[in-house]
């Protein structure tokens, strides 16, 4: 059988550049498995740095507009899958009166009432990074909904509201607007690469009553709600 330089045969060769392809191959896949699995964990983790940010936000910040002592910001409201900015998420400073007699009662609602609370009119965007979508926990649509994190403007306590609907962010704070919050827990479904088998999804969960970030949970288990689990 002819052989080449150092003795090898052209069999020989053939298997070891197949072994070598072979084997660069499955580096390469290994190498991109690796980094895909890292971006989404990068995407997982900021969008929890997103939502913690929001309760810095409606904590720290007292008042609205440079010298406007007259009105004062009370919380933040989050909406996903607003009409003309889909795929991203809006925020919206949620602002009223610095002052007020609170004559409706003291519960949320009506405190906010009397401060003639409202939503600003212009807010900042945020979008999740290297494709990846929040989806509703049944199945692969865009969530579509709201999340409000605000403080009680007469003891100061900080409130998780939030609605699995879309919602209009000009309307006013009336009974009809309350009616569709709630202040159950909220699960979204982060989807890597839009995988409608969901094997992948990570489940990123506000606790109900959440007060602070430490209601923030993170669901990896194959047994999280937006992998069929409960």
């Known amino acids: 059988m002819q052989r080449i330089r ?9 298997i070891f550049l ?26 997982v983790q900021n969008y929890v740095e997103f939502l913690r940010s929001i309760y810095a936000g409606v ?8 010298g406007n002592s007259e009105r004062a910001i009370y919380g933040k409201m989050v909406i996903f899958g607003e009409s003309g900015n889909q795929g991203k998420m ?4 949620v602002i009223g009166n610095a002052n007020g007699d609170f004559s409706s009662g003291n519960t949320l609602a009506s405190s906010l009432a009397d401060l003639d609370t409202k939503i600003e009119s212009s807010g900042e965007s945020y979008a999740l990074r290297w494709g990846a979508k929040i989806e509703t ?21 900080v409130y998780t509201l939030s609605k699995d609907s879309a919602l209009n962010p000009r309307g006013p704070f009336n009974e ?4 569709d919050f709630g202040f159950s827990g909220v699960n979204y479904c ?3 690469d ?3 088998s969901n094997r992948r999804r990570v489940d990123v969960k506000i606790a109900e009553n959440a007060r602070n970030t430490s209601g923030i949970e993170i669901i990896v288990d194959e047994n999280n709600p937006c992998r069929g689990g409960n």
Not at 139 to 154: C, F, Q, T, V
Not at 176 to 179: E, I, R
């Open 6 to 14: 150092r003795g090898f045969t052209l069999i020989e060769v053939s």
């Open 18 to 43: 197949a072994i070598t392809g072979l084997l660069f191959a499955m580096v390469v896949i290994g190498v991109q498995n690796s980094i895909s699995q890292q971006r989404f964990n990068d995407v």
């Open 59 to 66: 904590t720290n910040v007292q008042s609205s507009g440079a």
């Open 90 to 93: 809006s925020v919206y400073n």
């Open 137 to 157: 926990v049944g199945s692969n649509d865009e969530y579509k909904g709201a999340l409000m994190i605000i403080r009680h403007p007469r003891s100061g306590m």
């Open 176 to 179: 009809k607007f309350w009616s």
């Open 190 to 192: 982060i989807d890597p």
């Open 194 to 196: 839009d995988d409608t």
